[in-house]
């Protein structure tokens, strides 16, 4: 069966200092990886989406980017963190025209 | 912005009571899905009704699709307090692909043993 991996859980960095999240997919081949981010209370803000190795859409312009090193490996990153990065980051994928899988979630604090 | 918007915000209602959550969005979709997230977890997959149907029924779920007037509702039946967490629908539009997702605010349920 298919799983995918989210890590870390819980991460809090100072502003200015740079981020790596990472996301792992097993069971399945070629997904769709996403990355979305969730503020506090409210719904969620697709970020980057990818539908093959070093093939990523960028959905809102902003100091995050994203890479996809590997087939099953989505990694999100930052040079330099804002507050306003806080969140809670979560990374999914799915087959062609299928639901998306969620990982378990990344809560950010940037302080 | 084509994000669905789920009605109401918060919804707080009895074991066993039926709950009915409400979704409207803004162009034209290729399906709606509808995913529960516990408090401080990854969103869970319940249902996808695809913009040709009009009902669609997973248990105690039932979804309905109105793509005249663009929008869905959740019933879940027989609510448990298990089912306390948020709801949040999900649209995949015609013009972006069946996997560009977006999504609401979300409905708060609690439901009281």
């Known amino acids: 069966s298919q799983t995918i991996h989210q890590w870390p859980a819980t991460l809090v960095q100072p502003v200015g200092s740079p981020l790596s999240l990472e996301c792992t997919v097993e069971?399945?081949?070629?997904?769709?990886l996403y990355w979305y981010r969730q503020a506090a209370g409210r719904g969620l803000q697709l970020l980057f989406y990818?539908?093959?190795?070093?093939?990523i859409s960028s959905e809102v312009p902003q100091n995050l980017s994203a890479s996809r090193p590997q087939d099953r490996q989505f990694i999100l990153s930052s040079k330099k963190l804002l507050l306003s990065d806080s969140g809670f980051y979560l990374c999914?994928?799915?087959?062609?025209?299928?639901?998306?899988?969620f990982g378990n979630g990344t809560r950010l604090t940037v302080t | 912005s084509q994000q669905g918007e789920e009605d109401p915000q918060a919804l707080s209602i009895q074991e066993g009571e039926n709950a009915t959550m409400n979704c409207s969005y803004k162009?034209?979709?290729?399906?709606l899905q509808w995913y529960r997230q516990n408090s401080g977890r990854g969103l869970v997959h319940l249902i996808l009704?695809?913009?040709?149907?009009r009902e669609k029924h997973s248990g105690r779920l039932r979804v309905t699709l109105d793509t005249s007037k663009k929008s869905s509702s959740l019933l879940i039946t027989a609510s448990r307090a298990a089912d306390t967490a948020s709801y949040f629908c999900?649209?995949?539009?015609?013009?972006?692909?069946?996997?560009?997702?977006?999504f609401g605010t979300g409905t708060r349920l609690t439901v009281i043993p």
């Open positions: 999914a994928w799915s087959g062609t025209a299928s639901p998306l899988h």
């Open positions: 069971g399945t081949s070629n997904p769709n």
């Open positions: 990818s539908i093959g190795i070093d093939q």
């Open positions: 162009t034209s979709i290729n399906n």
């Open positions: 009704i695809r913009s040709n149907e």
């Open positions: 999900a649209t995949a539009a015609l013009k972006t692909g069946a996997n560009n997702l977006f």
